[in-house]
């Protein structure tokens, strides 16, 4: 990490964590999200941790020595203190805790969200912070630093309990709110261009031109009036947004089709929409003509999954698989490979975007986007996903 890249505000987060009481966690098996999970908690409690991955091919105990007296943690400031260590292991279903007090083995994932912290507050008897009713425990953490290796730089976010990420290689990170046109939004101010900026006071999520739509009104530019807008968008695709409400538009703004209920799952396909709404109906829309081609109600549809080799899109439900077209659907053998069902009820709609809610952050594969999202939007194939941290952008995966 180069010096260089660590200016004054950057300086100034790394001091506020390391003021923190630290926790080295030495973590074994442990996933990605039940790693962060680990650090958010203990950020709650008013912690900094350290988590260190240890190899499974050497014996832990010889690796918490070295571990614990190792120069990659900085111990500097907390030599009036004793250095806190938590060991956690996760074997088949269960995972185990082991602090200086005792060991305990929750035997499920579940359990171990819900007993973590409790059972981490007693053992190192100390009051853990209370954030009022709203849970909303940002004001105690202090901000998070977004690293991304590509250009060496530090970017100094919102605080999520999450003291450091780092940008994947497969993966582009902007330090602001990317819009559906490509314009930024930072503090308020929406940057078009170098000349054109525009304060605005609502999220904006696209700018046409002539009117800029915000997730609560329609800012005609023109004029300076505001339309209250009926239906927030929830996703664009290229040059077309979907609505809350089922509805359907162009980036234009030009017109608007109501197609279903709240939209579950979505594919584009050429000039092709396959809609799933919350009552389990199926729409497939003709975009270039504005029609309805297809409807009909699947009580256990699941998903939508696009098949590349065979270029078809599937429709995944419970019980049965079936491939859609304009003509209809047929319905299709699941014993073979290419149609297994394998949507987690952690998958967030639409299936295509491989991200993930754990109830305490999102995340693509296993990579912590943040605690929010605020909208996405896919362009010339490159998925946006517009957190409370910035805006992370990854190339759509195609399925197998």
């Known amino acids: 990490m180069p010096d260089g890249s660590l200016d004054a505000e950057v300086l100034s987060v790394i001091k506020k964590w390391m003021e923190r009481p630290q926790v080295v966690v030495f973590e074994k098996n442990i996933a990605p999200h039940l790693s962060i999970f680990i650090t958010k908690e203990l950020s709650k409690a008013g912690f900094f941790a350290t988590n260190v991955i240890l190899n499974s091919e050497l014996d832990s105990e010889i690796e918490l020595e070295l571990a614990s007296t190792s120069a990659s943690i900085d111990v500097s400031n907390f030599a009036t203190r004793e250095l806190l260590k938590i060991s956690v292991e996760s074997i088949g279903d269960t995972i185990s805790l082991t602090t200086n007090a005792s060991t305990i083995v929750f035997k499920s994932e579940e359990e171990f969200l819900s007993g973590f912290l409790e059972y981490i507050t007693t053992s190192f008897s100390f009051v853990r912070i209370e954030t009022g009713s709203n849970e909303d425990t940002r004001d105690f953490y202090p901000e998070t630093v977004v690293y991304d290796p590509k250009s060496g730089k530090l970017y100094v976010t919102v605080p999520t309990g999450v003291p ?18 490509g314009s930024f939004y930072k503090d308020k101010v929406l940057y078009v261009s170098e000349k054109i900026q525009y304060q605005v006071d609502s999220l904006p999520l696209l700018y046409t031109g002539y009117s800029i739509l915000t997730d609560n009104y329609i800012l005609n530019l023109r004029t300076g009036r505001k339309e209250v807008i ?30 279903s209920n709240t939209p579950l799952d979505f594919l584009l396909v050429e ?22 081609i297809f409807a009909g109600n699947f009580e256990e549809a699941v998903c939508f999954d696009y098949d590349e080799r065979r270029a078809t899109v599937i ?35 639409p299936c295509l975007t491989n991200i993930k809610d754990f109830g305490f952050g999102f995340f ?26 910035g805006t992370w952008q990854v190339e759509v995966k195609k399925q197998d």
Do not use: C, H, Q
């Not at 538009?249 to 109501?258: A, I, P």
């Not at 000039?271 to 309805?292: A, H, P, Q, S, W």
């Not at 049965?320 to 299709?332: A, D, M, T």
């Not at 912590?368 to 939007?377: A, D, T, W």
């Open 271 to 292: 000039n092709m929409l396959y809609l799933l709404d919350v009552t389990k109906n199926v729409y497939v829309v003709n975009l270039k003509t504005r029609k309805v």
């Open 164 to 181: 450091l990420i780092v940008v994947p290689d497969y993966m582009n990170f902007i330090p602001a709110t990317v819009t559906m046109d």
């Open 315 to 349: 429709l995944k439900s419970l019980k049965e698989n079936y491939v859609l077209s304009e003509n209809g659907l047929i319905k299709v053998d699941r014993t073979e490979g290419g149609f297994k069902n394998d949507f987690s009820t952690k998958s967030l709609y």
């Open 364 to 389: 693509y594969d296993d990579i912590y986007l943040g605690n929010s999202i605020f909208y996405m939007f896919i362009s010339k194939g490159v998925l946006n996903i517009v957190t409370d941290v």
């Open 230 to 259: 009926l239906s927030v968008p929830i996703f664009g695709w290229d040059k077309y947004i979907i609505y809350a409400d089922g509805s359907i538009s162009d980036v234009s703004l030009t017109w608007k089709l109501k197609v």
